[in-house]
């Protein structure tokens, strides 16, 4: 049994691949930090983002979404300012605004994790993928996902985005049946 490729030998990408890649998250916080840092990702690889996580977490106020939906425009230019994060424009503002999209979607007594679930119906959905050629960049509940969140006011969070963040929070197992961590986590 071998872990899934994508990860290669880089002992981060293999630490995130063994430690959370795929693992049901559903602490709120948590997937507001996933939905974040791929909308950070887009245009990019994993490995560029994952590497700056820890800036992100430090100039994010800990991906506070409060503090973050109070960034004004002195705050996003010191972020582009900061070589440690993806210094885009449009990034930073869409932190911006998904972090006031969070908290209006909390203030209507929804939560990010039933919001997003609730697309597969509260169970991670288990493939069983044989390569990485047959894993999906996208897929319909990936869309749908997309255009709820649009509608809610997200930015950055178009339909191939949202699968990377399936994958990520683990809504979806794509870890390939060779990998060791198909089996323990479609085990649960």
């Known amino acids: ?26 602490d709120d916080r948590r997937l507001f930090e996933f939905l974040l840092l791929e909308g950070a990702q887009a245009g990019l690889s994993w490995i560029t983002v994952l590497r700056k996580r820890e800036n ?9 979404p409060e503090k973050i939906a109070r960034y004004d425009e002195r705050k996003l230019e010191q972020l582009l300012q900061d070589a440690g ?7 930073m503002k869409a932190a911006v605004s998904n972090a006031q999209a969070y908290l209006d979607l909390r203030e209507a007594g929804q939560t990010l994790d039933a919001l997003l679930w609730g697309f597969v119906d509260g ?35 178009g339909p191939t ?18 990998c060791p961590r198909h089996r323990q986590l479609a085990d649960g």
């Open 1 to 26: 049994m071998e872990r899934c490729p994508w990860c290669g030998t880089d002992p981060l990408y293999v630490a995130y691949h063994d430690q959370e890649w795929g693992v049901p998250e559903h």
């Open 56 to 64: 992100y977490r430090g100039a994010l106020d800990g991906f506070d």
């Open 85 to 91: 994060l993806i210094r885009n424009r449009l990034k």
């Open 123 to 157: 169970t991670p959905r288990v493939n069983r993928h044989r390569s990485l050629s047959d894993v999906p960049a996208v897929t319909p509940t990936a869309e749908a996902m997309s255009r709820e969140l649009k509608k809610k006011g997200f930015r950055f969070v």
């Open 161 to 178: 985005i949202m699968y990377a963040f399936m994958q990520a929070a683990g809504l979806v197992n794509d870890h390939l049946i060779s």
